[in-house]
């Protein structure tokens, strides 16, 4: 990622935030742009406590130089606001006077309280949105972005063609050369293939965004609820940052905004072409989530967005530890009764038969079967399981009566290492076929899960 700043655009007073946006069905909110008035606006939070503030003074006032991080350039902004610390319990209320406010409003109210001291972070793909957003305020901004090395040469292009857009300096944040030397001479190029992305990812992101939000007491991202699942599906529009630390330090000291945290990724995209903004060209490639280039890939027919990133991991743990505080423990997600909580089972229909452990040892030790099974290993609470059931349910119907049965096997918790073990799997969705008259099971190979694709492995294999 990487910071910028700009001057403060020409404001467009045509109506209030209130009379413009409240009024209009929230669909229309992605049509209707206009830069905010802001005489309407409630004051910054004037109740907020101040229990832990410090005096508050203008932004651009001398202040002890702020080492490894990311600094302004004055001479290119506006007067900034003042700026505040507020108490956690101040943010939760906040999120939820917010829950119902558009991505507008939330980024007006963002700037407004932090001024120069909250910057957008920007990663070179659908969050140019935020920027968008910024500009249609009227209030100066900045943005920042990380650039690891790895990136590919269509994002570097897209950062200097929303700076001229823009007319705005992103900041670029580097990792330390040391670092990155020291472990690519030691594990190699790829070696994120073979141990996990985590290790990479905190050479190359999160240690140069630590040293960057230390100059900082708010950020802005782009993170939306519906983008990937286990992590980012309860995610606030705003609250205390729970792993990074900002300006002052310590536990509270810096606040994270999430403005389209509400918002589904096919309304920011109407959003953008109604504005006309640029987008990344990978876009067009057939990209939605996009990173390093290594780690980044297109996605395919029936697949999530979230499935281009560390296709070769786990689903609950695509982040690349920028958002960590999203990652919960699997198993503390129980309720106050100690049981897990209920979650709709998918694959429902007559034509799938549920199988337990049991059913599965008895596939794995039949010698010679005498019809031939398709089954899918999977989580409920998976996005990528639900995006492939209507191909999976087709597939069903279509095989009904062909001598083959279609099945599907819950692998997630308990039954998850026995699934590795024996069926092997790796992420979810895993998809296995039991051949007519052979005792091991064979692996679907492709990412594919449309149904002729699933369909042609079945029928390669009779």
């Known amino acids: 990622m990487a910071f910028s700043v700009t001057s403060s655009p020409a404001a467009i007073r045509s109506s209030s935030l209130s009379s413009s946006f409240d009024q209009l069905p929230r669909a229309a909110q992605f049509s209707a742009f206009q830069a905010l008035d802001r005489s309407h606006l409630p004051s910054a939070a004037a109740n907020f406590s101040r229990r832990r503030c410090s005096a508050v003074r203008q932004l651009n006032a001398a202040e002890p130089k702020r080492n490894d991080s990311i600094v302004p350039s004055a001479a290119t902004l506006s007067p900034p606001e003042l700026a505040e610390k507020v108490d956690e319990e101040d943010y939760d209320k906040l999120a939820e006077e917010l829950t119902n406010a558009s991505p507008l409003q939330i980024m007006d109210k963002a700037l407004e309280k932090f001024g120069n001291d909250i910057a957008i972070a920007f990663s070179g793909a659908e969050d140019v949105a935020l920027i968008e957003y910024a500009h249609l305020t009227g209030r100066p901004f900045r943005v920042f972005s990380l650039d690891t090395g790895r990136l590919n040469p269509e994002t570097y292009k897209f950062f200097d063609q929303v700076e001229k857009r823009y007319n705005i300096r992103i900041e670029y944040t580097f990792p330390e050369a040391e670092e990155v030397q020291s472990l690519v001479r030691t594990k190699g190029l790829f070696s994120f293939y073979e141990d996990g992305h985590q290790e990479c990812c905190r050479v190359r992101k999160v240690k140069p965004l630590r040293r960057a939000l230390k100059g900082l007491r708010a950020w802005i991202t782009g993170q939306r609820k519906d983008q990937s699942p286990g992590t980012r599906s309860e995610v606030p529009v705003v609250q205390v940052d729970p792993v990074f630390e900002g300006l002052e330090g310590g536990v509270g000291s810096l606040v994270k905004w999430n403005p389209v945290a509400n918002v589904k990724g096919n309304d920011v995209w109407n ?51 920028l958002h960590k505080g999203n990652i ?11 049981l897990a909580p209920v979650v709709a089972d998918i694959f429902v229909t007559k034509n799938v038969v549920d199988l337990t452990r049991v059913g599965i040892e008895n596939l794995l030790n039949l010698k ?41 096997f819950r692998a997630d918790g308990e039954e998850k290492e026995f699934a590795q073990k024996e069926l092997g799997l790796g992420s979810f969705p895993t998809v296995v076929l039991f051949p007519k008259h052979s005792s091991r099971p064979i692996k679907y190979p492709s990412e594919k899960r449309d149904v002729d694709s699933l369909m042609a492995f079945v029928n390669a294999l009779q």
């Open 271 to 321: 959003f953008l072409r109604a504005m006309d903004v640029p987008v990344n060209t990978l876009h067009a490639q057939g990209y939605i989530s996009i990173g390093c280039e290594p780690c980044t890939r297109p996605v395919l027919p029936g697949q999530h967005e979230r499935e281009g990133r560390w296709w070769w991991e786990d689903a609950k743990a695509k982040e690349c530890g």
């Open 328 to 338: 919960k423990d699997e198993n503390s997600t129980a309720g106050a009764n100690g």
């Open 368 to 408: 010679d079967r005498k019809e031939a099974w398709i089954v899918v290993m999977y989580a409920p609470w998976c996005q990528f399981c639900q995006g492939m059931e209507a191909s999976y349910v087709e597939l069903a119907d279509n095989l009904e009566g062909s001598g083959v049965r279609v099945g599907k």
